[in-house]
């Protein structure tokens, strides 16, 4: 039988079908809530379990009141009542399957290759800037990536692939993968969406190739002519892990609201520029975020130290999105 999931402190309520997640069941309902990978690992879709009794993927059976509920992993086995951290009306999701076809494979770094992929002829799907899609792999597995592209170019996916040692996807499949072969996609996911109803400033935080969702934002902005003022932040062990700097170069010279300061950990001794944790770089320029909109997206670890000491520094928690790249298979950390 189904049961009922409230929202605490507001009037919203919605089924949940037998064996189905809370995020799954309130996406169906029409309701959006903060989440990433999906799995359970990047703690994003993080919220409290205030009344009722549900099983939980790696915690068994949870009754309320508990905290730090994952409810991408969230069952519930009677009528519950949760408190996420952020809960919004939005239209379901329309997702598709699509067998997209490879169309070009490119090194942008040691470690980073950009996967071009078709969709077949007169198919377009629709998504929103910084969204992700999933590739599945043999045996049912899946591993999300970031779309690069923007809305407006449809057609297809542009993906930045980190290649990890081992990786299923990025260190087996992409090397034997040639123009022509076709992959199983399904898109759009995630709700690491620009808030196009706010007129905020907005600090844009990257590390590795969470420049991708970064790319599709902001690419979109020029799109749709807007101005709102975004500043990127680009964090990087060396100069060549920013496999794209020329591009954010480029869009500061060119556009008035755009601002691009990479920062890098592990720089050379010729490096000019500002070094260290690129969440602290930021903290350096805007002692006070309160009047700010953050979106950070890369390395779980930046992403997390980022939440706790920008809300220090005076950030709305709601007013920070985040996309913690981490692994799509069972358990593992970070992305493949």
């Known amino acids: 039988m189904s049961h009922d999931v409230r929202v605490a402190g507001s009037e919203i309520v919605f089924g949940c079908e037998p064996g189905e997640t809370v995020l799954d069941a309130a996406e169906r309902a029409g309701y959006a809530m903060p989440y ?134 990025s260190g087996g499949l992409l090397d034997g993968l040639t123009k022509g072969d076709t992959l199983t996609v399904e898109l759009p996911f995630g709700e690491f969406a620009l808030d196009h109803d706010s007129d905020r400033p907005v600090v844009l935080v990257a590390t590795g190739t969470g420049f991708a969702p970064v790319k599709s934002m902001v690419e979109d902005q020029i799109k749709r002519s807007g101005d709102r003022s975004l500043h990127l932040y680009w964090g990087a062990r060396s100069r060549e892990d920013l496999y794209l700097a020329e591009l954010p170069d480029r869009w500061a010279q060119k556009y008035d609201w755009f601002s691009f300061t990479p920062v890098l950990s592990r720089p050379d001794p010729a490096w000019p520029g500002r070094c260290g944790y690129v969440h602290r770089a930021v903290l350096a320029d805007h002692a006070d975020l309160g009047s700010h909109d953050v979106y950070a997206c890369g390395n779980p670890d930046m992403t997390a130290a980022a939440r706790a000491d920008f809300a220090a520094a005076g950030l709305d928690p709601d007013r920070f999105f985040c996309d913690a790249f981490v692994a799509s298979g069972d358990a593992q950390p970070i992305a493949g």
């Open 36 to 169: 990433s990978c999906r799995k359970g690992v990047c703690s994003t879709c993080e919220g409290g379990l205030t009344a009722g009794t549900c099983e939980v993927r790696g915690r068994g059976t949870v009754e309320g009141p508990a905290t730090g509920v994952l409810l991408c992993q969230t069952r519930p086995v009677s009528s519950v009542e949760i408190a996420p951290q952020r809960i919004v009306s939005s239209e379901p999701p329309a997702r598709r399957t699509i067998e997209a076809k490879v169309h070009k494979i490119t090194t942008a770094a040691p470690d980073v290759a950009t996967v071009a992929l078709r969709f077949p002829a007169g198919v377009r799907v629709r998504f929103r800037a910084g969204q992700y899609l999933t590739v599945r792999l043999p045996g049912g597995d899946t591993r999300n990536y970031s779309m690069a592209n923007p809305p407006h170019q449809n057609d297809g996916a542009l993906l930045h692939v980190r290649r990890v040692p081992g990786g299923r996807f």
